[in-house]
């Protein structure tokens, strides 16, 4: 199991917090330090079964600056976008050891997460 995490993000502590009250062993990817290449990231929206922009945080002022509301939804582009600026990537991102990925931004969430370990 691997959280893509945070450290500043509350919901991205609640759910690393959950995962270690479940003493589950998991590996912590801190994604804005170490972002994921574009292959890893279009295998993550795959198996979040979405699309960039179901999962973008448009509101982060780099979003605005780059104009993403206004970008076609161009799936490559998009991913393209989105590994160059990780801050951009909903959080956080549970990769279940079965092969699912989850954004985990409740209790309910992480419950499926760790219920598809």
């Known amino acids: 199991m691997e959280i893509w995490h945070n450290p500043r993000c ?4 609640a ?12 590996t912590e990817r801190r994604y804005l330090d170490e972002p994921p290449t574009a292959e890893e990231l279009d ?20 979003a605005k600056e780059l104009g993403l509301k206004d970008l ?21 991102i549970i ?8 954004v985990a931004r409740d209790e309910t969430a992480v419950g499926d997460a760790l219920d598809s370990a």
């Open 10 to 13: 509350s919901k991205s502590r």
């Open 43 to 62: 295998a993550v929206l795959t198996g979040l079964g979405v699309e960039p922009w179901e999962v973008a945080r448009l509101n982060e002022p780099i």
């Open 15 to 26: 759910a690393k917090a959950a995962l270690d009250e479940a003493g589950r062993a998991y």
């Open 95 to 102: 990769l279940t050891d079965g092969g699912r990925a989850i």
């Open 72 to 92: 076609e939804h161009d799936r490559a582009r998009w991913i393209e976008v989105m590994a160059a600026h990780p801050v951009l990537i909903q959080r956080p």
